[in-house]
Every structure is written in C-alpha cells, then in structure tokens.
C-alpha cells in the first residue's frame, strides 16, 4: 500500500525535526518527538474531484441543443457555427458544509388595513446547508458557483486530472472563502425567517467543514458569421453552465415595438383613464385611483426603456445556468425549532 503524497520540510515546534505532512491531513504527528500539530492551510485542507460523466460528443449535442433553445438567438445558428476548439478544464471550488443554526428576533405584519399590527416574534432554524464559490478567476469560463447537488466526489488525484485535461490552481484566500459562506449562511437564515422587521440575527454553525473541489468543465468555442463564441458545459450532468451566441435581429425588433406600444398603451391610455375615474370620484377612491395613475405611468416608461435595452443589447445572447437566486421559503414548526421549505 502506497503512502498518501506529502510534503516533507516543515519543522516540529519542539524538537526541530522535519515533519511530513500528508495530503488533506489536519492534524499530523512528528516522528521523533510525537507531538501532534494541527496543520492550517491548503495542506490540511481536504480535497476532491468530480468524476466526468460527459465525453466531448455529448458536450457537442450540448452545444446543437444551446444554440436552438432560445428564440433570442439567431434563428439556424446551430447548423452554421462551425466548432473551432474543444477541450476539458478542471477549476477549482471553495465548498462548506455545516449544519445552520439560526435565532432571528424581529416582528411580523398581522392582519390587514386598520387592524394591521406588528407582533414580536423569535424564529429558531436549523439547517443543512452547503455554500460554494470559484478558487480562481473565472472571468474566462462564466462560472462563478456550481449547481452541487447530486454529484459524486472522489479522492484527489492530481496526476489523473492533469492527465485528463488543463487544471486550474486556487488563486483566492481560504479565509475570505470562509468568511464569504458565513456571510451567505447568514444571509439565508435572515431570508428563512420571512420576518417584516428584523432587529437581531445570531448564527452558529455546527459541524462546519470546508474542502477544494475540482469541478470539470467542457469549454467549446465555435465561430459563427467570423464572430467567436464560447459555451461552457458541466461535464458531470451535461448542461450548459455559460454560453455567449449571436442574438436574433428578428427577435430584437419583435421585442422593441411591441414593448414600446405595451409602455405607450399604459403610460398613456390607461392613466388618462385612471385619472378621468379619479376626477369623477371623490373621497379616498380619487386619491388611490390618482396614485394608480402614477404607478401605471411609471411602469409604462419602465416597459418601453426595458425593450429597448433588450433591442440595444440583444445582439449578443448571454446564458448563466446556475445563479444563486433570492428563493422565497416557508416555515413549518418541527419540535419547537422552524425548518424552511422551498416553495416556487
């Protein structure tokens, strides 16, 4: 049985002698005077790779399926880019896991209209939960975080990754990676709570561990019309994480006239009405009914300056596959403790 890789150089505190130190060890023992230490750093740092599932042929139907997914791009693209580079990538991820626990005191909205109050309340969450984040630049590649969900990890084995394809070394600070997942924690058991005033929020993490991840990635790029794209594929599931195509002109113009007479329609036409309502009714109806004009005329603008941003900037298609979204939950009461349910 072969001995873990390790790094022979760092001296005991004790005795001085060269103690080494083996991949993923936290704690290691100095063979002479059998002290223990406890090793901070990437090398005790725990690491693992994601098997590839997902071969170069699989990750170009990928690629035909991307580019007919959307009517925003440019209608035949799939059957005109012509595939100029393929190749397989293995980045880096920061990943926590800890289980959340969460006190959250503040007040909630009850009732409606006159009866409405505030009620203090004090909501209590545990949580499992799992944070990730790039551990180097990925400007490149479009990926920032990964969807980890059912994926299986194995042992880190640099010689098979660097054998397989190009690897990618962290660049970023394990401690501001930890200080980032606390904040995003935090940040979680804040939004769990759906409290209308929050006043104080205390987190603890139980169990908390962090590892390095090497997540790998099919990065195509294609030309189409002479103007180079990029696609990136997960190469554990085969979904686009990323991609950039060439955008539909005929979609563009669709989307700008139809957005400008949907924002002239309620800017204009459906306010005069609204106001006309509100100078034939008097009372608290005139003054909602005159504020809903304003709220109508607000959203018209805001349609007619949305569709001509997407016209302005539609030329150019930009897909991002797995965004952190700001999801909404709901509580249930289990044992005096709420745990939070995703709800669409």
């Excluded at 085969?238 to 924002?263: D, Q, W």
């Excluded at 609204?274 to 008097?282: C, E, K, N, P, R």
Aim: hydrophobic share 40%; proline share 3%.
């Amino acid at each position: 049985m072969t001995e873990p890789d390790s790094v022979h150089g760092l001296a005991c505190p004790n005795c001085g002698g060269m103690v080494p130190i083996p991949e993923g060890q936290a704690i290691v023992r100095c063979p002479y005077c059998e002290l223990r230490s406890l090793v901070r750093g990437e090398r005790g740092l725990r690491r693992y790779q994601v098997p590839v599932n997902v071969d170069r042929a699989r990750a170009e139907a990928s690629l035909a399926q991307f580019l007919s997914s959307s009517r925003a791009i440019a209608e035949g693209a799939e059957n005109t880019a012509r595939l100029e580079e393929a190749f397989l990538a293995y980045l880096p991820f920061w990943v926590t896991w800890a289980r959340v626990l969460g006190w959250v005191l503040g007040e909630e909205k009850v009732g409606s209209g006159d009866d409405a109050r505030y009620e203090p309340r004090e909501v209590k969450i545990a949580e499992e939960m799992t944070w990730n984040g790039a551990a180097c630049d990925v400007g490149e590649f479009g990926v920032d975080r990964l969807p980890l969900k059912d994926q299986t990890f194995e042992a880190f084995d640099s010689e098979a990754l660097h054998a397989a394809g190009m690897v990618f070394e962290p660049i970023g600070s394990l401690s501001d990676a930890r200080n980032a997942s606390e904040d995003d924690f935090h940040g979680r058991v804040r939004q769990m709570a759906n409290l209308d005033r929050v006043s104080q929020v205390f987190v603890r993490l139980v169990h908390n561990r962090m590892g390095l991840v090497y997540y790998p990635l099919w990065v195509l790029r294609y030309l189409y019309r002479e103007r180079a794209f990029q696609v990136v594929v997960d190469g554990f599931s085969g979904k686009v994480l990323y991609g950039k195509a060439p955008g539909s002109t005929i979609y563009r113009a669709v989307v700008l006239v139809g957005g400008m007479i949907l924002g002239a329609l309620l800017a204009v036409d459906v306010s005069v009405l609204l106001l006309t309502l509100a100078g034939s009714s008097g009372g608290d109806d005139s003054e909602g009914l005159f504020f809903g004009a304003l709220a109508v005329v607000a959203l018209g603008f805001g349609t007619m300056v949305a569709a001509y941003r997407k016209y302005r900037y539609g030329e150019q298609y930009e897909f991002r596959g797995h965004r952190r979204k700001m999801s909404r939950y709901r509580r249930r009461k289990e044992g005096g403790v709420f745990r939070a349910r995703e709800v669409d």
